[in-house]
């Protein structure tokens, strides 16, 4: 299988350097798991969800040819957020069975970075549906995680927000509630972290829509603290900030803010058209 350096803008070379393996079992070489991440960051600062698709697709068989599970298990990683860009259920819920599949074939289950995995997975099963599957997998990753990293550490931040969003959908508002505000409580301590802030906020404005006992004024002055947090001048305006912009105008448009709306769509369009 060949990578047509014209369709892609991106070429290895040959894949299989590595050593020529009796045992089937053994890898027959690696894939250059830091190299694809970065070109598909690339990709992704553009918004060019179809290049990012080819790369996925390309390297994924390529790790599977040279029984490369390690470099397979990465690649499905990141397959687990590409397709819930690209709400393509089917390919999502398989990259999930496989994704957990590879970690235990590795013997990896306590590790930190299966921990993230396994949070990558709750959360796509929950964007397709399965809210209540997904918590045996934030249960795996909370455990690691706290077994590991700093209570301060940024991907506690990420996991609470995630979590959050799944209780809400279970209508377990209270716990949902704190988990957001637990994140908010990390990212605080994390310095560039005010995008993932103002998400979080936007997340708790919607949750405030549906939970009995809050108000209007509630949602208010969580989209006011989104709002302020989007707007601060030490944000790096890059690709990632452009597509934390997409995923926050929809919802302000949902609470009536148009111009605000509107103003972030403009925004991360002139990001993504100079990236």
């Known amino acids: 299988m060949t990578l047509p350096e014209d369709d892609l803008k991106y070429n290895f070379g040959c894949g299989s350097y590595g050593y020529k ?4 079992l053994k890898p027959l070489g690696r894939i250059p798991v830091g190299e694809i991440i970065n070109k598909l960051d690339g990709f992704f600062n553009k918004n060019d969800l179809a290049g990012a698709g080819r790369l996925l697709s390309y390297w994924h068989s390529e790790a599977v040819r040279l029984r490369d599970k390690q470099g397979e298990l990465s690649v499905v990683n990141e397959e687990l957020g590409y397709f819930r860009k690209t709400a393509e259920s089917l390919k999502a819920l398989t990259a999930v069975e496989r994704s957990i599949e590879l970690i235990t074939e590795l013997g990896a289950e ?14 796509t099963l929950k964007a397709f549906g399965k809210a209540e599957e997904a918590l045996p997998l934030y249960d795996k990753a909370l455990k690691i995680y706290k077994a590991n990293l700093s209570p301060n550490d940024k991907r506690f931040g990420g996991f609470y927000n995630n979590y959050g969003l799944t209780l809400a959908d279970l209508k377990r508002y209270d716990e949902a509630e704190n988990a957001f505000l637990n994140a908010i409580e990390v990212m605080l301590e994390n310095e560039n972290s005010k995008p993932e802030i103002a998400i979080t906020y936007v997340n708790l404005a919607h949750l405030y829509e549906v939970f009995e006992g809050r108000s209007e004024e509630d949602i208010k002055i969580c989209l006011d603290s989104a709002e302020e947090y989007l707007a601060d001048k030490d944000i790096v305006h890059n690709g990632y900030f452009a597509f934390v912009l997409s995923k926050c105008a929809p919802s302000f448009r ?7 709306a509107l103003e972030m769509e403009k925004l991360s369009e002139a990001i993504y058209e100079r990236s």
């Open 110 to 123: 306590n590790t930190v970075s299966s921990a993230t995995i396994f949070l990558n997975a709750a959360t």
């Open 21 to 24: 393996a009796d045992n089937p």
């Open 254 to 260: 949902h609470f009536g803010m148009l111009e605000k």
